[in-house]
């Protein structure tokens, strides 16, 4: 059968997706779902008819070590600084640090332990940024 014959009232892709990300339809049957959407790349312009749930948004990440001790450090308070906002975490029990939901534009990163500090100053969230390792010296 075709699915040009009418058998068929979806696309075979959003037929077979186990998920159901995929939906075809009128846009007002998704009114509802479309209102929680966004656009990709707002900043084209464009208006597609295509619309995205849960798109992910730019983060900033690290893990801290001290290399003296060769340790993750645990609890340092990591305050994140840039377009207009501040954020502040502590790192977990491997080190680890995440800020995500961010903003385009140019951070500023202080990590303190209590008895050494470090800033790494234009962290461009153009992209994600993983920093990788820092070492707290």
């Known amino acids: ?3 040009e014959d009418g058998v068929f009232k979806e696309p075979r892709c959003v037929d ?7 939906r075809f339809g009128e846009e007002s049957e998704f009114a509802n779902v479309i209102a929680k ?14 619309h995205y749930l849960n798109l992910p948004k730019k983060f900033i990440a690290g893990t801290v070590y001290t290399p ?54 234009n962290i461009s969230t153009e992209k994600d940024v993983g920093l990788g390792d820092i070492a707290l010296t």
């Open 37 to 50: 959407a966004e656009k990709l790349h707002p900043e084209y312009g464009l208006h597609p008819r295509v």
């Open 16 to 22: 077979v997706c186990g998920t159901g990300a995929l």
């Open 1 to 3: 059968m075709d699915r």
């Open 68 to 121: 003296d001790d060769e340790e993750v450090v645990i609890g340092a308070t990591c305050t994140l600084a840039g377009e207009g906002e501040t954020f502040t975490q502590l790192t977990n029990d491997w080190g680890d640090f995440w800020f995500d939901g961010l903003k385009t534009g140019t951070y500023s990163l202080t990590i303190d332990n209590g008895s050494r500090t470090k800033t790494i100053p």
